[in-house]
């Protein structure tokens, strides 16, 4: 084995490994907002992917152009599950949140399904495409594009989170919900609005991933199932944490795949995830 | 200012207060006693709207706000300090007083309010940038007291505001408290101890079992046999 080949995987999966944290940190975001686990992460992601294959199949749109399109979509998709179902559940036991998220999931992927059939669809034809070459490594470009989208959105969410006012306001409702509302934020709002943002996260990274990845009703399974060792392993609640391990997993599964075996790289995954927990409980930037 | 008729709480199945009326004037300072679970906090909950009222009427200058949601309470210039403090842990010391200056009342006035919570805690502006909850516990109270604050309040309610402080740590609140309330703010308090609150208040309220049993003046209160019953029992 060569080394441009380990160096080109270990690249391949750095660059995996900025769409797992623009995920997973959606998700974390929910999670560190009201402790909720949000179990249809997954199938909000693959609505952002059916929304940009019908927009390129039905009116010829690139998945490039409809990335401001699933943005906006899922926010509203985010906020009014909010609405509709999270707000209804806030006090209720683990267990009815758990359902209620996973019986989303389930619903969603099924409606999938029945509406547009479990094919595999494809995006043939997208603008960014082909393949680019930097000192003798190759990499596909929408890859490298969708990596490099994911890590801006990453950095617009960070920003958004730590220097704005309302990103402040958000950070205080997930630290102390009582205090939050006696300062005077409307902690529902904010929970919506964590909902939307949480939601748009997978909204990127589903359009950007479009112009490569294989579109179907259970493609949402596997990004939500690393999303949550993700968010396991990084902390619940930091994005930090977030960005720090899905890079760590986009690295270990490249790794894993070359030089062990492609069919044990989840498993690989989850061994070292498992090692983190035992180790360190509440991850690596955890606080709870 | 602040005027309570009736009001009857209950968590579940299990009342806690039990038809309270009480009454706190424009410039007082008025202590809410008691033993542990007589419903002290409950009551502030419910005047700041974290916890709902199943019967009564709470009004706060001329307005009803017994069922108001909180973030709307606080606009009116009523803030409330809870219990432990409860900064933001994870947020800094110039962030949580900024967000005391959050509700659309004073948030023009966010500078001066800034100023003015400076001027009283000058250590908060040496430790703008650090972390909540890496403060000591005196420190915490003093950044909880300036958060609050921040909502430039008329009247400013403060749940246990010397629990676990060190005794110079709790003289210091005290002062700064009587301050606060020269400046022109009324203050409704929680405290367990009775010769530390007295010291603090002009008038008091003794809760039992979610109802009021002796209401005075400090002065009152001290010479009251009945109190003694309330705290040691008998």
Avoid at chain 1, 45 to 54: C, G, I, N, R, V
Wanted: aromatic share 10%; proline share 3%.
């Amino acid at each position: 084995m060569t080394r441009e080949i380990i160096i080109q995987a270990l690249i391949s999966g750095l660059l995996m490994g900025f769409i797992y944290a623009l995920v997973a940190a959606g998700l974390s975001l929910i999670f560190g907002l009201m402790e909720i686990v949000n179990f249809a992460h997954g199938e909000f992601m693959m609505l952002s992917m059916y929304t940009t294959f019908w927009l390129y199949t039905l009116f010829g749109l690139d998945p490039l152009l409809s990335i401001p399109i699933c943005i906006v979509l899922l926010f509203v998709i985010g906020v009014v599950t909010h609405y509709g179902i999270i707000r209804h559940i806030l006090d209720a036991p683990m267990l009815v949140q758990i359902t209620a998220t996973f019986g989303l999931a389930i619903f969603l992927r099924s409606l999938a399904q029945f509406l547009w059939s479990a094919d595999y669809q494809v995006i043939d034809d997208p603008i960014v495409s082909g393949r680019i070459e930097i000192w003798g490594i190759y990499l596909g470009l929408p890859q490298v594009v969708a990596s490099a989208g994911c890590l801006l959105a990453f950095g617009f969410l960070y920003y958004f989170v730590n220097r704005t006012e309302t990103g402040i306001a958000l950070q205080a409702t997930a630290q102390d919900r009582e205090a939050a509302g006696l300062m005077g934020i409307q902690t529902n709002r904010m929970f919506a609005l964590g909902w939307g943002i949480g939601a748009s996260c997978v909204g990127v990274a589903g359009a950007l991933i479009s112009s490569y990845y294989m579109v179907f009703p259970d493609v949402g399974i596997i990004f939500a199932l690393l999303a949550y060792v993700t968010v396991a392993m990084g902390g619940f609640g930091s994005l930090i944490g977030a960005l720090i391990a899905g890079i760590a997993i986009g690295l270990i599964e490249a790794a894993g795949a070359i030089l062990v075996s492609p069919a044990f790289k989840y498993g690989i995954i989850f061994l070292c995830y498992l090692a983190v927990v035992l180790l360190r409980p509440k991850g690596l930037f955890g606080r709870f | 200012m602040l005027s309570i008729r009736n009001l009857e709480v209950s968590y579940g199945d299990y009342q806690v207060i039990r038809g309270v009326s009480m009454e706190v004037y424009v410039g007082e300072i008025v202590a809410l006693l008691g033993p542990n679970g007589a419903g002290k906090s409950t009551i502030l909950n419910s005047i700041s709207g974290l916890q709902s009222a199943q019967a009564g009427v709470i009004e706060f200058d001329g307005v009803h706000i017994e069922s108001m949601p909180s973030h709307k309470i606080v606009r009116l210039r009523l803030a409330h300090i809870l219990e432990r403090r409860r900064v933001f842990p994870y947020l800094t010391v110039y962030q949580n007083l900024w967000l005391g200056g959050y509700n659309p009342t004073v948030r023009d006035e966010r500078k001066r309010n800034l100023e003015r919570v400076y001027e009283l805690f000058p250590k908060l502006r040496e430790r703008e940038t650090q972390l909540a909850h890496s403060m000591s516990g005196g420190e915490q109270q003093m950044l909880a007291l300036g958060r609050g604050l921040m909502a430039d309040p008329k009247l400013l309610m403060v749940d246990e505001p010397l629990l676990g402080l060190a005794p110079s740590v709790a003289r210091h609140t005290i002062e700064v408290l009587k301050q606060i309330n020269q400046k022109g703010v009324t203050i409704l308090f929680i405290e367990q101890n009775v010769q530390t609150a007295m010291s603090l208040a002009h008038r008091g309220y003794v809760l039992e079992s979610g109802k009021v049993v002796i209401e005075g003046t400090s002065s009152e209160l001290l010479n009251s046999g009945e109190i003694k019953r309330v705290f040691l029992g008998g």
